[in-house]
T-cell receptor, first 117, second 109 residues
Framework: GAVVSQHPSWVICKSGTSVKIECRSLDFQATTMFWYRQFPKQSLMLMATSNEGSKATYEQGVEKDKFLINHASLTLSTLTVTSAHPEDSSFYIC?????????????FGPGTRLTVL | DAKTTQPPSMDCAEGRAANLPCNHSTISGNEYVYWYRQIHSQGPQYIIHGLKNNETNEMASLIITEDRKSSTLILPHATLRDTAVYYCIVRSNTGKLIFGQGTTLQVKP
């Protein structure tokens, strides 16, 4: 299947700093990417839908000013956690849809573990 | 998006078939059933999907009832590496995947 990468795989930062996480589709172009968050022993929670060249669509309850999403190209989406706090510590996972049909397969990245001290 | 209901956990003996059930009684006509699995601390892995016909690939088989209100994922010969959380998801034309709690499958030697 198609490959989605994330960088970094893990990051530790101090409270109040901002952290950027990259999501790349390595062998396909992705018009749409998604960002999820997963707390320990819980399921994945969809945060936002990222469309190339347009503003991200955030799920209810997700602060768009805190979680900045940029989808600058067909192979790259970034999630910036601004002014991170310990409660933002989580496993962040992105996914990408191959091609431009929402029914196409969706592939997931390996995740980024964020720890805020 | 339609909700799904899965048992929280299941055990399976190594080498035997693992049958994971899923209820999706509110599914609508254009919504697909998708199955993903997540091994600890990794991103979810796509397994299989279907609309109304049964499907089979190299990983698993998907059996969807005629009324489409439930489905079963079958791993024909479970191995220890199949131990994971399995998610049954109904996907609409928005492309979103809304994850439920899934079934934790423990394959035992």
């Amino acid at each position: 299947g198609a490959v989605v990468s994330q960088h970094p795989s893990w990051v530790i930062c101090k409270s109040g700093t901002s952290v950027k996480i990259e999501c790349r589709s390595l062998d396909f172009q992705a018009t749409t990417m998604f960002w999820y968050r997963q707390f320990p022993k819980q399921s994945l929670m969809l945060m936002a839908t990222s469309n190339e060249g347009s503003k991200a669509t955030y799920e209810q309850g997700v602060e768009k000013d805190k979680f900045l999403i940029n989808h600058a190209s067909l192979t790259l989406s970034t999630l910036t956690v601004t002014s991170a706090h310990p409660e933002d510590s989580s496993f962040y996972i992105c996914s990408a849809i191959t091609g431009d049909s929402s029914y196409n397969e969706q592939f997931f990245g390996p995740g980024t573990r964020l720890t805020v001290l | 998006d339609a909700k799904t209901t899965q048992p929280p956990s299941m055990d399976c003996a190594e080498g035997r078939a693992a049958n994971l059930p899923c209820n999706h009684s509110t599914i609508s006509g254009n919504e697909y059933v998708y199955w993903y699995r997540q091994i600890h601390s990794q991103g979810p892995q796509y397994i299989i999907h279907g609309l109304k016909n049964n499907e089979t690939n190299e990983m698993a088989s998907l059996i969807i009832t005629e009324d489409r209100k439930s489905s079963t994922l079958i791993l024909p010969h479970a191995t220890l590496r199949d131990t994971a959380v399995y998610y049954c998801i109904v996907r609409s034309n928005t492309g979103k995947l809304i994850f439920g709690q899934g079934t934790t499958l423990q394959v035992k030697p």
